[in-house]
T-cell receptor, first 119, second 114 residues
Framework: NAGVTQTPKFRVLKTGQSMTLLCAQD?????MYWYRQDPGMGLRLIHY???????AKGEVPDGYNVSRLKKQNFLLGLESAAPSQTSVYFC??????????????????FGPGTRLTVL | DQQVKQNSPSLSVQEGRISILNCDYT??????FLWYKKYPAEGPTFLIS?????DKNEDGRFTVFLNKSAKHLSLHIVPSQPGDSAVYFC?????????????FGQGTILTVHP
């Protein structure tokens, strides 16, 4: 049981290049998320998915696209990288459940992160 | 607009003493709160959570307190250990928002000295 894994761990891009970050989870979770972490900003949600074939925008979606073709994988794409996208990217997954008549966030399990530098 | 704030960037505590990490929020729709712990070069790991129907939740050395009227929560670690040295993030979610979305604070770096 590997939990949540991310590929690659590190990457350096030049402005304008494209790349895809891969997130995989083996916990059969329905929900998956992409966050970015910047100094002094905490983690900010980029995009998320509530199930296979569905995606939705988070807090900072501009410049990113995502796809959830398989339940266990969530891909984050940068079509034309910019220096402002230099950050550490974290993927997470969770199995949401209903509690006490209202939805509550189940525990989100995070991957180890991808450190991306855009020159 | 920072809806979840951790106003102390860092905290230094002696081993064996209590560590108190604070978090404030502004969105009254938040009804579920979590604390995550993060070591360098690793992803955040879940520590403890609390629902808005409670004002306290305890798990071993970790206790989270929620004051809804003040929109404030705190994490108490007793006794603190050097292995607790990490960045601590508080996070919040609400039934009125899209399910599963968490809003994180900026984090507090806890250093526990032997």
């Amino acid at each position: 049981n590997a939990g949540v894994t991310q590929t690659p761990k590190f990457r350096v891009l030049k402005t304008g290049q494209s790349m895809t970050l891969l997130c995989a989870q083996d916990m059969n979770h329905e929900y998956m998320y992409w966050y970015r972490q910047d100094p002094g900003m905490g983690l900010r949600l980029i995009h998320y998915s509530v199930g296979e074939g569905t995606t939705a925008k988070g807090e900072v979606p501009d410049g990113y696209n995502v796809s959830r073709l398989k339940k266990q994988n969530f891909l984050l794409g940068l079509e034309s990288a910019a220096p402002s996208q230099t950050s550490v990217y974290f993927c997470a997954s969770s199995y949401n459940k209903v509690t006490s008549g209202s939805f509550s966030t189940d525990t989100q399990y995070f991957g180890p992160g991808t450190r991306l530098t855009v020159l | 607009d920072q809806q979840v704030k951790q106003n102390s960037p860092s905290l230094s505590v002696q081993e064996g003493r209590i560590s108190i990490l604070n978090c404030d929020y502004t969105n009254s729709m938040f009804d579920y709160f979590l604390w995550y712990k993060k070591y360098p070069a690793e992803g955040p790991t879940f520590l403890i959570s609390i629902s808005s129907i409670k004002d306290k939740n305890e798990d071993g050395r970790f206790t989270v307190f929620l004051n809804k009227s003040a929109k404030h929560l705190s994490l108490h670690i007793v006794p603190s250990q050097p292995g607790d040295s990490a960045v601590y993030f508080c996070a919040a979610s609400g039934s009125g928002t899209s399910y599963g979305k968490l809003t994180f604070g900026q984090g507090t770096i806890l250093t526990v000295h032997p």
